[in-house]
């Protein structure tokens, strides 16, 4: 997944980017390259969310299957937020 960010979301005189996901491949990706770029092991971020080595090796792999609410718990740990934005509203 080549991250190109979509939108710039303007935070005060902030910028930020956000990154469209399409399926869950691209949501692992993005979150397997966020948790490098934290210097992270996957047993670290599975010791402070409360989730198994397993989900996040799975979840990082792209399974389809994963639960939404351990999913919640990785994107809080690695300090991410989750955005819905209706198509055609970017």
Not at 22 to 28: F, H, I, R, T, Y
Not at 32 to 45: A, C, F, G, P, V
């Amino acid at each position: 997944m080549i991250k190109v960010p979509y939108r710039q979301l303007f935070i005060g005189a902030e910028v930020k980017f956000s990154t469209k996901i399409n399926n869950s491949k691209e949501l692992g990706q993005y979150l397997l390259e966020e948790r490098k770029n934290l210097k992270l092991t996957q047993k670290e971020i599975s010791e402070f969310t409360d989730v198994g080595r397993k989900f996040v090796l799975e979840l990082e792999k792209g399974k389809a299957t994963a639960q939404i609410g351990k999913i919640f718990e990785v994107l809080n740990g690695l300090g991410l937020e989750f955005h819905l934005i209706k198509r055609g509203d970017s």
